[in-house]
């Protein structure tokens, strides 16, 4: 058997099948701000519940995590957000860099990560994901993001919104889903559609396409303190705010942590079954 380079694709699988492909050092330019990324991701009958570089949004690379502003540097891709003036195209971008592998198995990784911008670093992340069978038509990912800022100087996270665009919070966990004819089903336990779970706090958040439902939920108290940032008229996604009223500081030395479990489901989910399959995910 051929031995595999340690920086290769990491292959998820469940209950035998792959579920997921995380791409650790992928190829592409300065402007979509590189950084690693699960793509495709599937349910457990094989439906692809992501998308890479769609054409509405090149930029938006399956599951993983993105911020638009740290200390003015862009981990988003794109266009930048600025204040009195709109988008703006500029030279900003940084890039996650993986560094090494602490743990590696069929079911999930330890990985460690460097954000670099302007020649220097500005963070070191520690990601963990997990990915556990729940049903025979169900599995969970489970995927959580350790910010330490390795600077001398205080550094803080923003948004569009903090940045004078209210309703643009995106930045942090962010999934980019599947685009079909028509947009997905979005609810909560108590609420439902784009407009009514867009900016809110919830335990969880569903989006239900043609044949399949993801179910996002915060697994600390600080991750579900963190506004949803959702989309489906223009396109399918779901994001999880790291700053949404405020920028989010991270004193030199300091550590934001964060963690979403997501279900991924084949078929429609109603809300009952939604919360059954959450709190089993989150109590594993």
């Known amino acids: ?5 340690p920086d290769s694709p990491v ?9 997921g492909r995380y791409v650790t050092r992928p190829e592409l330019p300065a402007r979509l701000s590189p950084r690693p990324y699960l793509h495709p991701v599937t349910t457990l009958a094989g439906t692809a519940v992501t998308e890479l570089g769609p054409a509405d949004h090149i930029h938006h690379l399956g599951v993983g995590v993105a911020v638009p502003d740290v200390e003015g540097h862009n981990f988003w891709g794109g266009r930048t957000y600025v204040r009195d003036q709109g988008p703006t195209e500029l030279d900003n971008h940084g890039a996650q860099r993986h560094g090494s592998f602490q743990l590696r198995d069929p079911d999930g990784f330890v ?8 020649g220097a670093e500005l963070l070191r992340e520690r990601r963990t994901v997990a990915a556990t069978e729940l049903t025979d038509t169900a599995w ?16 803080s996270i923003g948004s569009p919104a903090t940045n004078g665009r209210p309703g643009a919070a995106y930045g942090g966990f962010f999934w980019r889903a599947r685009k079909e004819a028509g947009a997905p089903r979005v609810f909560t336990a108590d609420a ?3 407009a009514s779970v867009h900016g809110a ?3 969880w958040l569903a989006l239900a396409g043609a044949g399949w439902t993801l179910v996002f939920a915060g697994a600390t108290g600080t991750t579900r ?15 999880s705010s790291l700053a949404s009223a405020e920028r989010l500081p991270i004193p030199p030395g300091e550590t934001a942590v964060r963690r979403v ?11 009952d079954e939604a919360a059954a399959l959450v709190r089993k995910a989150v109590s594993q």
């Open 1 to 5: 058997m051929t031995a595999q380079a």
């Open 11 to 19: 292959v998820l699988r469940v209950a035998g099948r792959p579920v």
């Open 111 to 118: 990985e460690e990560l460097r954000w670099v911008a302007a």
């Open 140 to 155: 969970a990912l489970d995927f959580t993001f350790s910010l330490t800022n390795v600077t001398s100087a205080p550094l």
């Open 192 to 194: 439902e559609g784009e």
């Open 201 to 203: 706090r919830a335990d």
């Open 225 to 239: 303190r963190d506004p949803w940032f959702v989309r489906t008229a223009e396109y399918p996604g779901v994001g």
């Open 261 to 271: 479990v997501t279900v991924v489901a084949d078929g429609p989910l109603d809300r």
